[in-house]
């Protein structure tokens, strides 16, 4: 069974950080894509970031220069760094990728003061 598992949501205060983690089994990990996807209130699916096997990232705008993304191939685990979060930062975050665009079920993280 493949499971995708993201820990590390929670309410934070703007400006703060959090440290999202995706722990994949079942699956191949290692030389896959794995991308970051957030659903903010209300709207559709944003996609957040993307790291390939050669450990190259891009981000959407929004996020850039505040978000990492990283990657562990031993420990089969993504990660998200996100740092000076802004309300508009406020999403469920999900992660996705491997051969077959597998899904996790989220991880909530809330921007609020």
């Known amino acids: 069974e493949v499971q995708l598992v993201e820990s590390g949501g929670g309410l934070v205060q703007p400006g703060g950080s959090l440290r999202l983690s995706c722990v994949v089994s079942?699956?191949?990990?290692?030389?896959?894509?794995w991308s970051w996807v957030r659903q903010a209130p209300g709207k559709g699916l944003e996609w957040v970031s993307r790291?390939?096997?050669?450990?190259?990232?891009k981000y959407v705008d929004s996020v850039k220069g505040r978000f990492t993304t990283s990657r562990d191939d031993a420990e089969n685990t993504l990660y998200l760094q996100m740092n000076s979060l802004n309300l508009e930062d406020t999403a469920v975050y999900y992660c996705y990728g491997g051969v077959m665009g597998y899904w996790g079920k989220g991880a909530l993280v809330t921007v609020s003061s």
């Open positions: 079942g699956t191949t990990f290692s030389g896959d894509p």
């Open positions: 790291i390939n096997g050669g450990r190259n990232v």
